[in-house]
């Protein structure tokens, strides 16, 4: 992963507030809702996020400003003082050690190294290739050359053997990538997964939906949404073939509707009723999705009263069902009501009496 301060473009010594403002605009332009179609975007969302997280906390960044842990949040491991940026040094070393143990007046330091050096580089090789065991060579003789006066200076003392380690692995991926010279015959790369916007009606959601998507030119393979598909849900399609369509990914959502609309599994409505109905109670029938529910209004309910009628939503992956919510409105008349205007009007004058 790379520097969280390269990700978020912002310096070494930026202030914590600087930090918000990076991570709020770099959010906005890579989150994925906003980026349909790059599958890029995911994954560069996730890098701002983690970033985000790691300098915006001052106990996680002092430590990565220190050393103490790396760019995903990892403790690093603090090598021995001496220890060689070549993380095979110290196995070559043991092993010289544990054979020199078992016969030492038997075999010198001439005829012990070659043998342990030949295992070394055969194991070498059969990881990382050839040129990995003649790069592991060459720096092994500059440790030797070196003698008193590189254990002076300390070398490795603050390099990471991991990231060396990391680092002869990038190389070696680098020479066995498909195509490349000496390699196995090249795989066929996968094609992106494709993105397939469909609009539901509210009744389609309650009770499940069918349909197809097509692949290439001719062929077509049918996915199902379940009953309760939530608006937003993603439903992945396997492709006939990856390696020359591609998957796909049908993100679902919900067609709008005259009276209602979904909040998660619940089902949002608009009544309205008269004052009258609104001071002295009263009741009305609502048009659900599955049908007319009878609904009381309690006395006293102005507007914005939500009255709740359980399970008339969304089937959920529980087996229950979400609510029916109705909110209320309150209406005057559409011509003048002089009784009423009257009635207001008595009421007023007699709080000044």
Same mark, same amino acid.
């Given at each position: 992963?790379?520097?969280?301060?390269?990700?978020l473009g912002v310096g070494k010594t930026a202030r914590a507030e600087e930090i918000k403002i990076a991570y709020r605009q770099l959010a906005k332009t890579w989150h994925p809702d906003q980026n349909p179609g790059d599958p890029s975007a995911t994954m560069r969302f996730a890098e701002i996020a983690h970033?985000?997280?790691?300098?915006?906390?001052?106990? /996680?960044?002092?430590?990565?400003? $220190?050393?103490?842990?790396?760019?995903?949040? &990892?403790?690093?491991?603090?090598?021995? @003082?001496?220890?060689?940026?070549?993380?095979?040094? !110290?196995? $070559?070393?043991?092993? @010289?050690?544990?054979?020199?143990?078992?016969?030492?007046?038997?075999?010198?330091?001439?005829?012990?190294?070659?043998?342990?050096?030949? $295992?070394?580089?055969?194991?070498? +090789?059969?990881?990382?290739?050839?040129?990995?065991? =003649?790069?592991?060579?060459?720096? !092994?003789?500059? !440790?030797? =050359?070196?003698?008193?006066?590189?254990?002076?200076?300390?070398?490795?003392?603050?390099?990471? #053997?991991?990231?060396?380690?990391?680092?002869?692995?990038?190389?070696?991926?680098?020479? &066995?990538?498909?195509?490349?010279?000496?390699?196995?015959?090249?795989?066929?790369?996968?094609? #992106? %997964?494709?993105?397939?916007?469909?609009?539901?009606?509210?009744?389609?959601?309650?009770?499940?939906?069918?349909?197809?998507?097509?692949?290439?030119?001719?062929? @077509?393979?049918?996915?199902?949404?379940?009953?309760?598909?939530?608006?937003?849900?993603? *439903?992945?399609?396997?492709?006939?073939?990856?390696? /020359?369509?591609?998957?796909?990914?049908? =993100?679902?959502?919900?067609?709008?509707? #005259?009276?209602? &609309?979904?909040?998660?599994?619940?089902?949002?409505?608009?009544?309205?009723?008269?004052?009258?109905? !609104? %001071?002295?109670?009263?009741?009305?029938?609502?048009?659900?999705?599955?049908?007319?529910?009878?609904?009381? *209004?309690?006395?006293?309910?102005?507007?914005?009263? +939500?009255?709740? %009628?359980?399970?008339?939503?969304?089937?959920?992956?529980?087996?229950?069902?979400?609510?029916?919510? +109705?909110?209320?409105?309150?209406?005057?008349?559409?011509?003048?009501?002089?009784?009423?205007?009257?009635?207001?009007?008595?009421?007023?004058?007699?709080?000044?009496?």
């Amino acid at each position: 992963m790379r520097n969280p301060y390269t990700v978020l473009g912002v310096g070494k010594t930026a202030r914590a507030e600087e930090i918000k403002i990076a991570y709020r605009q770099l959010a906005k332009t890579w989150h994925p809702d906003q980026n349909p179609g790059d599958p890029s975007a995911t994954m560069r969302f996730a890098e701002i996020a983690h970033a985000y997280k790691l300098l915006i906390d001052p106990d /996680l960044r002092s430590r990565f400003d $220190k050393g103490e842990i790396d760019a995903r949040g &990892r403790r690093r491991p603090k090598p021995a @003082r001496g220890f060689s940026a070549n993380p095979f040094n !110290a196995f $070559k070393q043991a092993r @010289r050690k544990s054979a020199a143990g078992q016969d030492t007046d038997e075999r010198s330091p001439d005829t012990e190294d070659a043998p342990e050096e030949a $295992k070394f580089e055969e194991m070498v +090789v059969h990881i990382f290739g050839e040129a990995a065991a =003649k790069q592991s060579g060459h720096t !092994a003789q500059g !440790a030797q =050359k070196g003698g008193e006066r590189q254990q002076a200076n300390a070398p490795g003392l603050d390099e990471d #053997p991991l990231a060396a380690l990391d680092e002869l692995f990038a190389k070696w991926k680098t020479r &066995r990538k498909p195509g490349a010279r000496g390699s196995t015959k090249p795989e066929k790369p996968e094609k #992106p %997964v494709t993105i397939h916007y469909i609009e539901i009606t509210l009744e389609a959601a309650m009770t499940g939906y069918s349909g197809e998507i097509e692949f290439g030119n001719a062929c @077509r393979v049918e996915f199902t949404s379940p009953p309760g598909t939530l608006d937003g849900t993603e *439903i992945r399609v396997n492709s006939p073939d990856p390696a /020359l369509y591609g998957d796909a990914v049908v =993100k679902v959502t919900h067609a709008r509707h #005259p009276r209602l &609309r979904a909040v998660g599994a619940d089902l949002h409505g608009e009544h309205a009723i008269s004052l009258m109905e !609104a %001071v002295l109670g009263g009741s009305f029938v609502f048009e659900g999705l599955e049908g007319p529910v009878r609904i009381t *209004i309690p006395e006293w309910s102005g507007s914005d009263k +939500v009255l709740r %009628v359980p399970a008339h939503g969304l089937p959920t992956p529980t087996g229950e069902r979400g609510a029916l919510l +109705v909110h209320l409105r309150v209406m005057l008349p559409e011509t003048p009501d002089r009784g009423l205007i009257d009635l207001m009007r008595s009421n007023r004058s007699s709080w000044f009496i």
